[in-house]
């Protein structure tokens, strides 16, 4: 099974522990980092504490395997994280990275480091979405490899607003002509753009 924690050349990637709360607030504070993510921004340390315990607390490791927290390796405080959800037949890659540290490559190297893990694991395949007015985190998944497959709308939750997706997927076994087609036929909106 997976390690505990991953190195690159410029991070650790480990648990979260309870003594990153502070840094945890400062990640899932920030209204424009949280923009596209799927919770509301935490509004105090209090709700850091509620949050970290709901999904970092006693199931954490068993359930979350993959849930990782981007830490430079000159000072190990986590500014992000990378997580893939084995909960689900999605094998969904997410990730979240404080703004000031954006455009420097640092979620692709998490990425690339994570992955390696993945197929060592033998987890199958990943997919990742992400909102077409967030293109950028689109370009984040094809430096990862990863493949534009469809697009779909859906009435996001807990926010509960109407966006539309994109899916992006990468085969990590052998078997390159797999699709994930559950979004797809969940949405009654479902399409496939011809200009990503």
Not at 22 to 45: G, H, Q, R
Not at 86 to 106: A, H, N, P, Q, V
Not at 171 to 188: G, V
Request: with cysteine; hydrophobic share 35%; glycine share 4%.
């Amino acid at each position: 099974m997976h390690t505990l924690a991953l190195q690159t050349q410029r991070l650790i990637l480990r648990r979260f522990i309870e003594n990153d709360l502070n840094a945890l607030y400062k990640i899932f504070s920030d209204k424009e980092v949280n923009t596209f993510l799927p919770w509301f921004p935490l509004k105090s340390i209090e709700e850091a504490k509620t949050f970290y315990q709901k999904h970092f607390g006693n199931s954490y490791s068993q359930n979350h395997p993959y849930h990782y927290a981007i830490c430079l390796n000159k000072d190990d405080e986590p500014i992000g994280y990378v997580h893939v959800d084995t909960t689900s037949d999605s094998y969904d890659f997410g990730y979240g990275l404080r703004k000031e540290f954006w455009r420097k490559g640092i979620v692709t190297e998490a990425g690339m480091a994570v992955i390696k893990q993945l197929k060592t694991d033998g987890i199958p395949y990943i997919t990742a979405t992400h909102d077409v007015k967030n293109p950028r985190s689109g370009e984040v998944m094809k430096r990862l490899g990863m493949k534009y497959q469809y697009s779909y709308e859906e009435q996001w939750q807990p926010k509960n607003f109407l966006v539309t997706f994109r899916m992006y997927q990468l085969n990590l076994d052998e078997n390159d002509s797999r699709i994930y087609k559950k979004y797809w036929n969940h949405s009654a909106v479902h399409f496939i753009e011809t200009d990503i």
